[in-house]
């Protein structure tokens, strides 16, 4: 859903290039988009956090109570930090600035098809150099050890426990020891909360599956 027809139509094209992707519909409001949603019920919503009408962050709200099969994948001019944390807190499937490339775009489409949560490259760099800094995700007493650190700001980046695992040289077991007791510090439910949780703890205000369908 994106209110600029320009950059609908341009989206559309460059997506429908792209040979294990289909656009199914596009639409340029709230209203229409959830009306489409239903019907069409795509694999990937495209949602642009300013819609007329209701907020594009209320329709994504609205999609997972709705169409919980439908992932949504919110890509917007905006990367305050309220918006990242409330969409995360909904439970998107990924967070993208409409500043990365039409490559990026059509992967972070793929991972989040494949169930893998995305979190733009410039929100998650922010986030794991404030996270180096000092700041920590906390609930109570409770801090995250440099370690769970790590795997938290991996995670972030979309990274699977095998690809952490790799990544850090540990064993998968361990990097999902690590995570079990991350989310339990954090009180988060799943990956995409302990994300959102990070996040808010920060002090600033403010990557298949073939054949997949897309609305916007």
């Known amino acids: 859903m994106e209110d600029h ?19 199914v519909g596009d639409c340029g409001t709230a209203e229409e988009g959830a009306e489409l949603v239903e019907r069409l019920a795509p694999d990937v919503v ?18 997972a109570r709705r169409s919980p099969t439908t992932q949504t994948l919110v890509v917007s001019a905006y990367d305050d930090h309220a918006y990242v944390v409330e969409a995360l807190e909904i439970g998107v ?6 500043t990365a490339s039409g490559r990026e775009l059509i992967e972070a489409v793929r991972l989040v098809a494949a169930g893998v ?12 150099r404030r996270r180096r800094e000092g700041a920590s995700g906390r609930r109570g007493s409770d801090a995250l050890t440099p370690r769970e650190s790590e795997v938290l700001a991996l995670i ?41 949780h990070a996040l808010r703890g920060e002090s600033y205000p403010r990557s298949h599956e073939d054949g997949q369908n897309i609305g916007f």
């Not at 027809?5 to 656009?23: C, K, Q, S």
């Not at 949560?117 to 794991?128: N, P, T």
């Open 46 to 63: 495209l949602v642009d956090v300013n819609l007329p009408g209701a907020s594009g962050l209320a329709l994504a709200r609205d999609l």
């Open 93 to 98: 499937g990924g967070y993208l600035l409409k």
């Open 117 to 128: 949560f995305v979190l733009d490259g410039a929100v998650s760099s922010r986030l794991s």
């Open 156 to 196: 972030t980046q979309g990274r699977s426990n095998k690809q952490i695992a790799a990544e850090l040289s540990l064993g998968v077991r361990t990097v999902e020891s690590h995570v079990s007791t991350l989310l339990a510090k954090l009180g988060a439910a799943s990956r995409t909360e302990a994300v959102a």
């Open 5 to 23: 027809a320009l950059v609908r139509e341009g989206t559309a094209e460059l997506l429908e290039a792209t040979p294990d992707l289909h656009v």
